[in-house]
DNA sequence: CGGCATCCTTAGGGATACTG
DNA sequence: CAGTATCCCTAAGGATGCCG
């Protein structure tokens, strides 16, 4: 009962909503299962190949995130072979997009020898896509702009 | 020889900016720590108690944080005290803020349950602030106005 | 060929005790 | 208070082999 990933006490961690997220894709292999999904793939056999996870893997990860939600099944079946299954983000999944995104952005400006195969680009308009802060006023948002503002009522204190 | 986290293959997987941003937040510890960071924690008992990790994983996620450039320490000495380390954001780290925004904002989506105890704010004006997709004519991006241009020149082909 | 079961290695992380 | 060292359990993931 000792063991791991039970967070120490608490409070802070617990209704984290990024903690929260991150006990859904916790791992590196679902982050790269869900980028294989952006990029279009639906089959094991892709999902496979292009992350480079071995096949158990894959098919945990392809199990886990439809569990949660992320990915649906749907059945098909090509002619004389027996049914299977693909994989399609759902509204859920599609919405971890700025995650992924943000996180490929990072790569590009600061891990040296890394660079998307892929380039983002707004459809018909063309023009390369990226992760922003904006406010609510749509003002672009820097990291000095920021101020936190500490929530009262602690949830179940709502009068 | 065997073991774990080698890319089996991986000309898709290496290279890969957001894989390569995993490789350097690999888990969830090193997200509350950078969480706590923004959030302006800078003592080693802050980063613990807040984030509800033991200390020695507090004290490894500081160090590899800092290792890889995320963090910085500064020395700091209180009167009667001896010298401590204060650890605080470095630019490369700060530029993971919109990962971090993104991932909260999805888990207040997506996470029932879970709710942020701080709100970020765009500092004077006010409003709240979000992580957004957009496209360099700064029309906001929804996912499926996405279009994905494969990079030519697997690399070192750029003639 | 798609997909799961088994086995083994490594990484993540808590508990506790200890040090300066 | 600010960490380290040790110990032990669990999660992640590759290799291999099996099965429909």
């Known amino acids: 009962m000792a063991g791991a990933l ?9 209704h984290c909503p990024m903690a929260a997220t991150l006990d859904i894709v916790r ?3 679902a982050f790269l299962i869900l980028r294989e999904a952006f990029y279009g793939a639906t089959r094991f056999e892709e999902f496979a190949e292009l992350t480079g996870l071995s096949e158990p893997v894959t ?3 392809l199990h886990e995130l439809a569990g949660d939600g992320l990915l649906e099944r749907e059945p098909y079946r090509e002619p004389g072979q027996r049914t299977r299954q693909a994989y399609r983000l759902t509204e859920k999944g ?3 997009l700025p995650v992924l995104v ?9 891990q040296r020898d ?4 892929v380039e983002i680009r707004h459809r018909g308009c063309g023009a390369p ?6 406010c609510a006023h749509d003002h672009p948002v820097s990291g ?9 009522g602690r949830r179940r204190t709502s009068p």
Do not use: I, Y
């Open 94 to 96: 599609a919405d971890l």
């Open 144 to 152: 000095d702009e920021l101020e936190l503002a500490v929530r009262r």
């Open 102 to 110: 943000a996180l490929m952005q990072w790569g590009d400006r600061w």
């Open 27 to 29: 791992n590196r292999s």
């Open 6 to 14: 039970e967070p120490r006490e608490g409070w802070v961690a617990e």
């Open 129 to 134: 896509v990226t992760a922003q802060l904006r």
């Open 59 to 61: 098919a945990a990860r």
């Open 114 to 117: 890394s660079r998307s195969r």
